[in-house]
């Protein structure tokens, strides 16, 4: 019986210390694991708001796996700013959320940003298209990011020149007009017509908000394109203010053989696919396939060389560079929550080396040192 009981005894001691050993070895790789994981999250729009963002962010979802976690904020965010706020909140919760890449920064991205950070101030948040005052958003986001409309009151006209322009007619309605950045981006394009000796033109269209609504301003478009281009020749380059009026231009310019330099928000698939009938069904998210189509397109107008628009759909371009920079900050290759020749980098990598970046400055806030205002290559079709 002693020797049964000295047995036993023996067994449990064995087995004490092997499930010690085993603790002893499991328990630190279980840790390492635990510090390593993280996430991204991305918001953005709905289809209905920003399709461009929204098949950016499944793109990296598909690339990334589980790493991506993905949110919309409301088709009414002007309206519905709690619920933009709750959207991130909700998000942020997860502890494994490292960073945070909003685009389109819409109403309520301030403030969901500033109550996120009552809880967690070790999230990482990049903000694209901002639609706040650039000093408020600038100092609770650690990166913001914005098209560079301003400028394009040079880029534009140089590459209208480029093109072949003689008369650049400037299309848009006494609402945009009053516009701050409109109106400047549209006394340089004036500045730079001179330069360049282009003859600048205004034309007032009907304003889609107005009572003939977007159908009467797409009227205009159709009815009013042929008669300057008969009056200026097909050497003319047209440009206009608004959204719903890029589709008939694009058309008119192609069957009159006139000129198209870019649209008012350029990316490849604003006003193009609309114009010429392209389907995106089963290439969702193919940049370049919707560039080859519009390629194609044009030259069976007979207007090779003279349209064209940004190589890359730019809000796209914010969501990819800014979980690639979010990965490399979360695994220290970046070092600095805001490094501009990193971001830089990475917005290249996507666009191009010609893609460049300048920090956003006025009066009223002075020189952002991390707000950035973008322009990116044009692409000749």
């Known amino acids: 019986m002693k020797k049964l009981l000295a047995l036993m005894l023996a067994l449990v001691l064995v087995f004490s210390f092997a499930a010690c050993r085993a603790a002893e070895t499991t328990e630190p790789e279980a840790e390492t694991?635990?510090?390593?994981?993280?996430?991204?999250?991305?918001?953005?729009?709905?289809?209905?708001?920003?399709?461009?963002?929204?098949?950016?962010?499944?793109?990296?979802?598909?690339?990334?796996?589980?790493?991506?976690?993905?949110?919309?904020?409301?088709?009414?965010?002007?309206?519905?700013?709690?619920?933009?706020?709750?959207?991130?909140?909700?998000?942020?919760?997860?502890?494994?959320?490292?960073?945070?890449?909003?685009?389109?920064?819409?109403?309520g991205a301030t403030a969901a940003i500033n109550r996120v950070k009552e809880t967690r101030d070790d999230i990482l948040f990049i903000c694209g298209v901002c639609a706040e005052d650039p000093g408020v958003i600038a100092a609770a986001s650690d990166i913001c990011m914005l098209v560079d409309e301003l400028s394009m009151g040079t880029t534009i006209i140089e590459q209208a020149a480029a093109q072949g322009a003689e008369t650049f007619v400037h299309v848009s309605f006494e609402r945009h007009l009053g516009y701050a950045t409109i109106s400047a981006r549209r006394a340089l394009m004036i500045e730079n017509c001179e330069r360049l000796g282009i003859e600048f033109v205004d034309a007032t269209a009907p304003d889609p908000t107005g009572d003939a609504g977007?159908?009467?301003?797409?009227?205009?478009?159709?009815?009013?394109?042929?008669?300057y281009v008969e009056q200026y020749g097909v050497n003319t380059a047209f440009f206009s203010t608004n959204c719903s009026m890029q589709a008939p231009l694009i058309l008119q310019c192609a069957e009159l053989g006139a000129i198209f330099p870019q649209q008012c928000c350029p990316s490849p698939y604003h006003g193009y696919p609309s114009a010429f009938n392209i389907s995106t069904e089963g290439h969702e998210g193919d940049v370049q396939y919707m560039l080859d189509q519009i390629t194609a397109a044009v030259a069976e107008y007979g207007n090779t060389g003279r349209m064209s628009t940004w190589a890359v759909p730019v809000n796209m371009m914010m969501i990819e560079a800014g979980v690639e920079y979010a990965i490399k900050w979360i695994e220290g290759d970046i070092t600095e929550r805001c490094d501009e020749?990193?971001?830089?980098?990475?917005?290249?990598?996507?666009?191009?080396?010609?893609?460049?970046?300048?920090?956003?400055?006025?009066?009223?806030?002075?020189?952002?040192?991390?707000?950035f205002m973008i322009l990116c290559p044009f692409y000749n079709f």
């Open 341 to 371: 020749a990193a971001l830089l980098a990475e917005m290249q990598n996507i666009a191009g080396a010609e893609t460049s970046i300048t920090r956003y400055s006025d009066e009223s806030v002075g020189e952002l040192d991390n707000f």
């Open 214 to 227: 977007v159908t009467g301003a797409q009227a205009w478009i159709t009815e009013n394109i042929s008669v």
């Open 33 to 107: 694991g635990d510090s390593e994981a993280y996430k991204i999250g991305i918001i953005t729009g709905t289809v209905s708001q920003g399709e461009e963002e929204y098949q950016a962010a499944q793109d990296m979802q598909a690339k990334y796996g589980d790493m991506i976690v993905t949110a919309t904020y409301p088709d009414n965010f002007s309206t519905e700013t709690e619920q933009t706020i709750a959207t991130v909140t909700n998000m942020a919760a997860d502890p494994e959320v490292k960073a945070i890449v909003f685009v389109q920064a819409v109403p």
